[in-house]
């Protein structure tokens, strides 16, 4: 449901810029280079997380080779840093746990390019691709008669899962041959839910500035 919310924003925003810029358009069909910072928002599930939060700072890059006038084909790459949450699970089995994650995304997009206009021009981006996922848990067993049995060695688990990505960038020309790209991506992961997996979040959320050359 996020992700159709998401949709239906981008391509509105695309719509009403393109009223608004059509003006003494014109077009752009040299490729471009793109790269900067942001900071990756992530979901997370259950009852059992105590502390900790989904967020971290990321660097993103984009190739975009134009197709068209208002058609490019892109290549995304975001690399975010690990963030931690900590877990308490009661029972029988009861522990708790620190949990480390990560997504590095790497995924060929589709862009849609309004009618450019001199300084500002909106691009809807949509696209499928792979998230290599690392999931680092450290477990902390209950005793009886209180307190923790120290830490074992830390499970881990890397992934690779499939994503739908759609994000909206807009550009803002700086000069001839740059211009500074402010957008946000939302994307959803398809997560194999198993034991330290199962508090990670499907739904991720990036902001993010850049500086882009063409």
Request: proline fraction near 6%.
């Amino acid at each position: 449901m996020r992700t159709l919310v998401l949709l239906i924003a981008i391509f509105a925003s695309i719509s009403i810029c393109d009223r608004a810029l059509a003006q003494g358009a014109t077009t752009s069909t040299t490729p471009g280079v793109a790269i900067g910072a942001a900071i990756s928002v992530t979901t997370n599930n259950g009852p059992e997380i105590t502390g900790g939060s989904g967020v971290a700072p990321a660097v993103w890059g984009r190739v975009s080779v134009p197709l068209s006038p208002r058609i490019s084909l892109n290549g995304l790459v975001e690399v975010p840093a690990l963030f931690t949450l900590h877990t308490r699970h009661i029972g029988s089995a009861g522990y708790i746990a620190t949990v480390e994650h990560r997504d590095i995304v790497v995924a060929p997009l589709v862009g849609f390019h309004s009618r450019s206009a001199k300084r500002v021009r909106p691009v809807g981006l949509i696209g499928l691709g792979p998230v290599f996922a690392r999931t680092s848990t450290e477990f902390r067993r209950f005793v009886f008669g209180g307190g923790f049995a120290d830490p074992g060695e830390p499970f881990q688990r890397n992934k690779v899962l499939a994503a739908f990505i759609a994000g909206l960038d807009v550009e803002i020309g700086l000069g001839r041959h740059s211009s500074l790209v402010v957008g946000v991506n939302g994307r959803k992961t398809w997560r194999r839910i198993t034991r330290s997996d199962e508090v990670i979040g499907s739904f991720t959320l990036s902001p993010r500035v850049g500086i882009q050359f063409r």
